[in-house]
């Protein structure tokens, strides 16, 4: 079992950056998939980045260019580079982990959820 606590959030004007980050217990974070997701208000949770134990990442495709995520082994911890944020980047944001990686971009693949940050960018 693996729990995981983001941190990095807040209120950014429109074009500019955060970083989340993405603390995980355990000794065995670097065999899961991890995966950031997000929840606007009123809409469903979607997925927005994944990376594997090396080079493998996904992006969705509206932040594709823009986020990049990242991962430190030695740190237990998963991170989520935001540039150029827009106004529909708002929503929590959560990390999650994943021990196959299949359909790596559904919300049911992730066994294991943080409690969220909420990212709010003004216009």
């Known amino acids: 079992q693996v729990q995981l606590v983001e941190s990095g959030g807040g209120l950014v004007q429109a074009g500019g950056s955060l970083r989340l980050s993405c603390a995980a217990s355990?000794?065995?974070?670097?065999?899961?998939?991890m995966g950031w997701f997000r929840q606007a208000p009123g809409k469903e949770r979607e997925f927005v980045a994944a990376?594997?134990?090396?080079?493998?990442?996904y992006y969705g495709d509206l932040v594709k260019g823009r986020f990049t995520i990242s991962r430190d082994n030695a740190k237990n911890t998963v991170y989520l580079q935001m540039n150029n944020l827009k106004p529909e980047d708002t929503a929590v944001y959560f990390c999650?982990?994943?021990?196959?990686?299949?359909?790596?971009?559904?919300?049911?693949?992730?066994?294991?959820w943080g409690q969220g940050t909420q990212v709010t960018v003004s216009s």
């Open positions: 990376t594997w134990n090396g080079d493998r990442t």
């Open positions: 999650a982990a994943s021990w196959s990686g299949e359909s790596y971009f559904e919300v049911d693949s992730y066994a294991y």
């Open positions: 355990g000794r065995t974070f670097s065999r899961y998939v």
